[in-house]
T-cell receptor, first 114, second 110 residues
Framework: EAQVTQNPRYLITVTGKKLTVTCSQN?????MSWYRQDPGLGLRQIYY???????DKGDVPEGYKVSRKEKRNFPLILESPSPNQTSLYFC?????????????FGEGSRLTVL | KQEVTQIPAALSVPEGENLVLNCSFTDSAIYNLQWFRQDPGKGLTSLLL?????REQTSGRLNASLDKSSGRSTLYIAASQPGDSATYLC?????????FGAGTTVTVRA
């Protein structure tokens, strides 16, 4: 089954404790992206990747890192999480970088930073 | 910077009524526009994708139109059902970024 898989789905952590949210897609998609969703602010793009080893900042990249060492994986790294990073995070992918492809989303990862 | 607006923020209709959801965007230089459905606490499910060269797309009871020159898209849902209750989001893609509206939360009353 074609899908985008995120882990963990739920996480409670403390300020400053590094964490990684993994994202994997099995559709051989070139483009992958991370978003956060906050009440009243909607979905905002954090980082995106056009292909292996090619990444760029979205609208709210501060406090996050990403890497794209393999085509299928695009982990989101929070080096020193803070309470303002408490949010619902989504990973998404699409087939090409031609910007015409349908975007597929993971189920989301709900992160709470205490 | 692309700004996407969805009006109304919430909508409640009786079962069987047609739904009309609006999406407007400020920069018409888009590659495509996608409509999504989101159930509470869940991920986003793609409903329809309209390329910039297209005027509309249809899937079952859903029809979405796109008027790029005026920066508007409309999602029509015919003969609404209680199962259509959800939040509907539109997103426009320009360059490599996707900009989302805040969504319209729909309640269909049985």
């Amino acid at each position: 089954e074609a899908q985008v898989t995120q882990n963990p789905r739920y996480l409670i952590t403390v300020t400053g404790k590094k964490l990684t949210v993994t994202c994997s897609q099995n559709m051989n998609h070139e483009y992958m992206s991370w978003y956060r969703q906050d009440p009243g602010l909607g979905l905002r793009q954090i980082y995106y990747s056009m292909n292996v080893e090619v990444t760029d900042k979205g609208d709210v990249p501060e406090g996050y890192k990403v890497s794209r060492k393999e085509k299928r994986n695009f982990p989101l790294i929070l080096e020193s999480p803070s309470p303002n990073q408490t949010s619902l995070y989504f990973c998404a992918s699409s087939l090409t970088v031609a910007n015409t492809g349908e975007l597929f989303f993971g189920e989301g990862s709900r992160l709470t930073v205490l | 910077k692309q700004e996407v607006t969805q009006i109304p923020a919430a909508l409640s209709v009786p079962e069987g009524e047609n739904l009309v959801l609006n999406c407007s965007f400020t920069d018409s230089a888009i590659y495509n526009l996608q409509w999504f459905r989101q159930d509470p606490g869940k991920g986003l499910t793609s409903l329809l994708l309209i390329q910039s060269s297209q005027r509309e797309q249809t899937s079952g009871r859903l029809n979405a139109s796109l008027d790029k020159s005026s920066g508007r898209s409309t999602l029509y849902i015919a003969a609404s059902q209680p199962g259509d209750s959800a939040t509907y989001l539109c997103a426009v893609r320009d360059d490599y970024k996707l900009s989302f509206g805040a969504g319209t939360t729909v309640t269909v009353r049985a």
